[in-house]
C-alpha cells in the first residue's frame, strides 16, 4: 500500500481560505485510515462491525477521495469481503497495519484509527476485543507512539473504552471515545451514528464540503443522544474528545473549548477542486477572502463579550461581503463541487 | 351461682389454644389481651366481671372497661363507669373519665377531671395533663397550650429512663404540638414515640400515634408500616383502622370508603370517622350523605373541628350561605384561633375543583392563626393551581419553613426550584411554559392548537376564560403529579384547575402512548365548563363534555369503544348516570375509571341527540345555580335520576345492541384446538377466534386466506382498531403484496379511531405519499405531531410535503420546529427556515435566519446566495440582525 502525496497546489473553493492557503504554499498531508472491527461474539454484531466498517472505508475512498492504498480495513472474518478486507483484526495484523503506516507516512500526514467492536475495562485495563489477544489501551499507545509527527484520530467506538483517553493522549493527538469510562459497558450506538457523520452529508455543520473530526463527533454525539431520547431509555453512552492533550476527554468540545480545536482541522480529504493562483486578481480575493473568516472566526468567539448590537452589525457586514467575495470567486472559476 | 357466672365469661373470652388455663389464673391479663387483640366485647365482660357492679377491681381493670367502652362507641355507659370509679374517690380513672368526656365534646368537664387526674397525683397523670394541654389548644389559649406542652421537654430530660410507656408517649404528644414552632420537634416526637413502644412493645397506642404523625406529614411508606404493626395485633382497632384508611385516600388507593365504614362497624360514634365519611361522600357530591353523617359526628360531639369542617364544606359546596356563616361562627367559638377549620375547608374546596375559593379558605385560615403551616401549605397549592406562582411559591416556604417535614410542600418546592430550567412563551390567550429544551417545538403547536380550541369552545359554551390561560408540561410525569397534588403516582396526564392546566409533556411518555393535543383539548374543554358551571359541575359530567369535545376536535381523538368497555356493559358493572361520579371516585374495578370517561361521553352524546345541544349548556347553568343533580335532570331533561338510567341504558342498547354477542364471555376465550382434526374451532362470532384462526393462516403462508378470515373478525367487530386488529394485520399484508390501496384503506381506519397510533400514522403518510396525494399524507403527518413531536425526519418530511402543497405558512412552522430539535446541520436547518419564510413573504425573518446559518457556516454557498439575494430586494442596512 503506497501513498500517493497530494501535490496539487491551487484554491479550494469549498474549503476554509486558511486550509487553502495552506494548499497554495505546500504539499497536501496525506490521510491513512485503520479500520479494526473486533470480535462480534454473535452474528448480529459481526455483521454490524463489518457493515460500519465497510461503510468507513468507502466514505473514505469513494466520498473523501483517500486513496485505495492508504484504507487498511480489518475485520474479524476477512473472507467475508476480500474486496474490502485487509486482514483479520487480530492483535498482530494491527501491529503490522500500524507498523506499514509509520514507513510509509510521514511528518504532517493524518492517521486516522477507528475501532468498531467490544471493549471492556478490568482491573484497571481497558481492552478492545479482538479475535485472539485483546489490544490494550497500553498496546495502542506504543503503535501511536510509533507515529510520532504525524497527527493521530484515534476514535474507539467499542464499549467501555472511556479509559483509552488518558493513555492514548498526546500532542498533535485526538482521542474519541464511545463512552465516559470504563464502567459504560453496554452495548454503544456511537458507531453508528459516527461513520454515518462521514458516509451521509449531514455532518458538514459549516458548509464547507468537508468533514472534520469534531463535526463527525459532534453529529454522533447529538444523534446518539437523540436515539436514547427516542427510544425513551436511559443513556448508557456518554462519547469524549481529548485533543489537547491533557488526558481529560469532554462532552461537548467546541472551537470555544480547551478540547476541540485540532480536531475541528482533522479532514480524512486534504482538500481538492483546485485552481489556478497565478492570477494576481485571483490570489488577492483569496486573501480577502482568509481575511474575512479569519474577522468573522474572532468575532464569533468574542461574541459572549461584544455588545449584541455591534456583534450582529458587524458580523452581517462582514457575511455579506465574504458571499459576494465567494460569489467573485466562483465566477471566475466555475468549478464543480466535489 | 356467681362463680359458675364468672366461668363463663371467661370461657367466651378464652379460644382454643391453651389461654383457658391462663385466664384462670390471670383473668386480668386475659382481659388485657381481649382488649388489645379487638375482642372488645369480650374484654367488656371481662372487665365488668372483674371489677363487678360496685366498682371493684385494679386500676387496670377499671381502666380497662373505661377504654374498652370507649373503643366501640358506648360512651354513655364508659362515662357512667368512669364516674362510678371517680365516685368512689379513685382519682386514677380522672384522666380515663375526660378522654370520654373529650370524645363526647364535654371539654369543661373533660378539664376539670384531667385537672383531678393531675392533682391527684395519678399514674396517669402525665398523659392527663398532655391532654389538658390539648384542650387549651383548641380553646385559642395557644401561649398557654405551648406552655404545658414545654414541660414535658422537662420530664423527658430529667426522668425519661424511669418514664413508663404511657408517660413517654405523653411526651411524644407534647412534642408534636411543639413542632409547630420548632420543627426539630417533630423529630423529638417520633423518638418519645419509638422509645414508648420499646418500653412496652405491646403497646398499640404508642403506634397510632407515630403512624398518625407519619400521615400528617405525608411520609406514608411509614406510616402503612406503623399502622400494619398495629393492625397485626388487633385488626378492628378503630383509630389504626381510620389511619389505614386516610393513607388509602392519600395514596389514591380504591377501597377508602369500605376502610372508614369498617371503623364504624366497630365503633359507630367514632367522630373521626364519620367526619371522613362526610368527606369521602363530599368527593362523590353526595352532599345530603356528607351532610348526615356530619350531623351525626356532631350529635356525639358537637365541638368537633372536623366535623364542623365538614358541615361546613357542604353548606359552603351547596352554596348554603347562611348556614356556612352559622357553623363558621359555631367552629370559631369553640376554638377562636383554630387554622385547621379553614385548611380542611380548603382541602375539601379544592378536591371538589373550588380552587379559588380553596384559596379563600386557607388564606382565612392563615389569617386567623399565622403559625398554622398546614394552611399555608393549602393557601401556597391552591396559589399555584390559581397560577398564582410567585405568590404560591412564597406561602409554601412560608409553610417549608414553619415545617419542613410535610412531603406535599417539600416536594413542591422542589419541583419550584426547577422551574428556572423551564420557559414562559406566550402567545395569544395562551401562556405556555415547558422545560426549555422543549418549549420553542411546543410552542408552535400549542399556540394555534389553543386558538383553534378556544374558538370552539366560545361558541359552544358561551363564556369567555380570562386570557392567559396558562398550560404547563413537564418531562417527567412525577414532577407533574407533584404540581397537581404535591405528591408522585397521579395517574392523570392531565388537570385543569380552570385557567391554569398542567400536563405531562409528550416527552413524559413512551412513544405512543398518548396524544397529548388531544389531552391539551381535553383540559382546556374543562376551563370552559367549569367556567360556565362556576365550578360546580360534577365531575363526571365534566369529563364526559371534555371527551367528547376531543372527539369533536379531530376524527379519532379521544376515547373510543372498546371490547372491555363491552364487556363491561354486558357484565352489568358499568355505573348507572344516577351515580356516575362513583365510576371516577369509587371504582369498583381497575378499569372502572378508564370506562367512566367513556360513559360519560356516551351520556353526554346521548344528551345532545336527544334534547339537543343547548341542553348540555342548561345543565352547566342549572349546577351554577346551585341545583342538585337530581335537579338539573330535572330541569333540563325533565327527568328523574331513575328515569334517566333507563333512557341511557335504552340509548346504549341501541347503539351497542348489535356488538352485544360479540363481548359474550364465551366468545371472548381463546379457541380450542379440535382434539380430532387437529383445527382451530372458531364458533360462530367469536372474535377472539375468528383473529387467532386467521393469524394461523397467515403465519402457514395462505395469505389470501388470511385476508378472508380477518375480514370475517373485522365484520364481528368493526370498532375495535387496536395493535391486534384485524385492520393493522390487513395493512400489513397489503403492504407486503403491493396492494397499497388496501392498505391505505385499512390505516385510514386505524388512524381515524386510534389518537395514539403514531407508527400507522407515519406508514400511511408514506402510502400516501407514494400514491402522490401529497396533501393528504402532510394531514396525517400532521395528526402524527400530536402523538410524538420530537422525530426530526418527521418534521423535514412533512415541510417538504407541505412545500408541495403551498401552504408555506404550516412550512415555516415546520421548519422552525426543526430548527428547534436543535439538529447536527444547524446551518442547513437555519437556511430552510430562511427559504420558507421568504416563501411566506417574510423577508425580514427570512433575512435574520439566514444570517443565523451564515453564522454557523459562513461559506454555505447556498445561504450566501440568499443572502445577497435579500440584500439587493431589502432597503434594511446591514446589521439588521440576528436575535
Known sequence: MGVAPQTGVGVMLHGSAIALLYALQAPAPATHVIIVAGVGGEPAYQQAFFEAGAAMSDAATQRFGVPDANVTFLAERPERDRARIDGKSTKADVEKAFAAVASRSRAGDLVFVLLIGHGSAMNGSARFNVPGPDLTAADFAKLIDGLEGRRVAFINAASASGDFVAPLAGKDRAIVTATKSGMERNETTFAKFFVAAYAGGDADSDKDGRVSLLEAFEYARREVARGYED???????????????????????????????????????????????????????????????????????????????????????????????????????????? | MLLLVLSCVMLL??????????????????????????????????????????????????????????????????????????AAGDVQLQRALGDVLRRRGKRDDAAAAYAAAVSGGASDSLLARVSAAELLLAGGDRAGAMREFDHFIDVWNDRR???SSDELMAVAIACRHLGADNPELFKDALKAFDAAIAKDPEALAPRVGAAELFLEKYNLADARSAIEAVLQVNPRHPDALLASARRQYAEGEPGTMESVRAVLEVNPGHVPARAMLAQLLLDTEDYAGAAAQA?????????????????????????????????????????????????????????????????????????????????????????????????????????????????????????????????????????????????????????????????????????????????????????????????????????????????????????????????????????????????????????????????????????????????????????????????????????????????????????????????????????????????????????????????????????????????????????????????????????????????????????????????????????????????????????????????????????????????????????????????????????AMYIWPFDLADHQRLAELLTATANTQAVVRERRAVVALAPTDRAEAYYQLAKALLDAGDRTQARREVLRALEEAPSFREAQDLLLTLQRGTSTPPGGGIQ
Not at chain 1, 271 to 278: E, L, P, T
Not at chain 2, 24 to 45: C, K, V
Not at chain 2, 727 to 743: M, Q
Request: charged residues 25%.
Open chain 2, 295 to 783: 350531623d351525626s359526628a356532631l350529635a356525639i360531639d358537637p365541638a368537633s373541628s372536623e366535623a364542623l369542617a365538614m358541615r361546613g364544606a357542604v353548606q359552603s359546596l351547596r352554596g348554603d350561605d347562611a348556614g356556612f356563616a352559622a357553623t363558621r361562627r359555631q367552629a370559631l367559638a369553640v376554638r377562636p384561633r383554630d387554622a385547621s377549620f379553614f385548611a380542611t375547608l380548603g382541602e375539601v374546596s379544592a378536591r371538589n375543583r373550588h380552587y379559588r375559593r380553596a384559596q379563600e379558605f386557607a388564606g382565612e385560615g392563615v389569617a386567623l392563626d399565622s403559625t398554622s403551616w398546614h394552611a399555608w401549605g393549602v393557601l401556597g397549592e391552591n396559589q399555584l393551581r390559581n397560577g398564582e406562582i410567585a405568590a404560591g411559591r412564597a406561602s409554601l416556604e412560608r409553610a417549608f419553613a414553619g415545617d419542613p417535614y410535610t412531603v406535599r410542600v417539600k416536594n413542591t418546592l422542589d419541583l419550584l426550584d426547577t422551574f428556572d430550567g423551564y420557559r414562559e412563551i406566550t402567545s395569544g390567550r395562551f401562556l405556555m411554559m415547558a422545560e426549555a429544551k422543549d418549549a420553542d417545538l411546543l410552542a408552535l403547536y400549542v399556540a394555534p392548537l389553543g386558538e383553534e380550541a378556544y374558538d370552539s369552545l366560545v361558541a359552544r359554551y358561551g363564556i369567555r376564560p380570562e386570557p392567559p390561560i396558562r398550560i404547563e408540561f413537564f418531562r417527567s410525569h412525577a414532577d407533574f403529579s407533584v404540581r397537581t397534588v404535591g405528591l408522585a403516582g397521579l395517574g392523570a396526564l392531565g388537570v385543569s384547575f380552570g385557567t391554569t392546566l398542567a400536563m405531562d409533556s409528550p416527552a413524559a411518555r413512551a412513544k405512543g402512548e398518548f396524544n397529548w393535543g388531544s389531552t391539551f383539548w381535553h383540559e382546556l374543554a374543562h376551563t370552559f365548563t367549569l367556567g360556565a358551571s362556576a365550578h360546580e359541575v360534577p365531575r363526571w359530567f365534566s369529563e364526559g363534555l371534555s371527551v367528547l369535545e376531543e372527539r369533536r376536535a379531530r376524527e379519532g381523538w379521544g376515547a373510543n369503544v372498546t371490547l372491555d368497555f363491552l364487556a363491561a356493559w354486558k357484565g352489568d358493572l358499568l355505573v348507572p348516570v344516577s351515580r356516575m361520579n362513583d365510576g371516577f371516585m369509587r371504582p369498583a374495578y381497575p378499569q372502572q375509571v378508564i370506562h367512566s370517561y367513556y360513559q360519560a361521553s356516551l351520556v353526554c352524546e346521548m344528551i345532545e341527540r336527544e334534547f339537543g345541544a343547548k341542553a348540555l349548556t342548561d345543565m352547566l347553568l342549572a349546577w351554577r345555580d346551585g341545583l342538585s343533580t337530581a335537579q338539573v335532570f330535572e330541569r333540563v331533561l325533565r327527568l328523574d335520576p331513575e328515569e334517566l338510567d333507563k333512557r341511557f341504558a335504552t340509548w346504549l342498547d341501541e347503539r351497542f345492541g348489535a356488538r352485544r354477542d360479540a363481548v359474550e364471555p364465551a366468545r371472548l376465550r381463546r379457541a380450542t384446538d379440535d382434539a380430532r382434526t387437529g383445527r382451530l374451532e372458531v364458533p360462530p362470532g367469536n372474535y377472539v377466534a375468528a383473529l387467532e384462526r386467521a393469524t394461523r393462516t397467515l403465519q402457514a403462508g395462505d395469505t389470501a386466506a388470511a385476508i378472508r378470515e380477518f375480514d370475517a373478525a373485522r365484520e364481528i367487530f368493526p370498532e375495535y382498531t387496536g395493535e391486534a386488529s384485524p385492520y393493522r394485520a390487513l395493512a400489513a399484508i397489503s403492504v407486503a403484496r403491493g396492494d397499497e390501496p388496501a392498505a391505505i384503506a385499512a390505516l385510514r381506519t386505524v388512524v381515524h379511531s386510534d389518537e395514539t397510533s403514531y407508527e400507522a400514522h407515519r406508514l400511511l403518510a408514506t402510502l400516501l405519499e407514494q400514491q402522490g396525494e401529497s396533501a393528504g399524507a402532510a394531514r396525517v403527518l400532521e395528526r
Open chain 1, 231 to 338: 427510544a425513551g431509555t436511559l443513556r448508557t453512552e456518554h462519547a469524549l474528545l481529548d485533543d489537547d492533550g491533557d488526558g481529560k476527554g469532554i462532552e461537548a468540545p467546541t472551537l470555544r473549548t480547551g478540547d476541540g480545536a485540532l480536531a475541528s482541522r482533522m479532514f480524512l480529504s486534504a482538500g481538492s477542486a483546485a485552481i489556478a493562483s497565478s492570477d494576481p486578481r485571483l490570489a488577492a480575493l483569496v486573501r480577502t477572502k482568509a481575511g474575512l473568516e479569519a474577522s468573522i472566526d474572532s468575532l464569533r468567539r468574542r461574541k459572549a463579550s461584544t455588545d449584541s448590537l455591534t456583534y450582529e452589525q458587524t458580523l452581517e457586514r462582514l457575511l455579506i461581503e465574504l458571499a459576494m467575495v465567494d460569489r467573485q470567486l466562483r465566477d471566475a472559476n466555475p468549478v464543480k463541487k466535489p
Open chain 2, 13 to 86: 373470652s378464652c379460644g382454643n389454644d391453651g389461654t383457658w388455663a391462663l385466664s384462670q389464673q390471670d383473668p386480668e391479663g386475659a382481659a388485657r389481651t381481649a382488649l388489645r387483640e379487638g375482642r372488645y366485647d369480650d374484654a367488656i365482660s371481662a372487665f365488668r366481671a372483674l371489677t363487678g357492679r360496685d366498682g371493684g377491681g385494679s386500676v387496670v381493670a377499671r381502666r380497662g372497661l373505661v377504654d374498652a367502652l370507649s373503643a366501640v362507641g358506648r360512651y354513655d355507659e364508659a362515662e357512667a363507669a368512669a364516674r362510678t370509679f371517680v
Open chain 2, 161 to 163: 429512663p424511669a418514664l
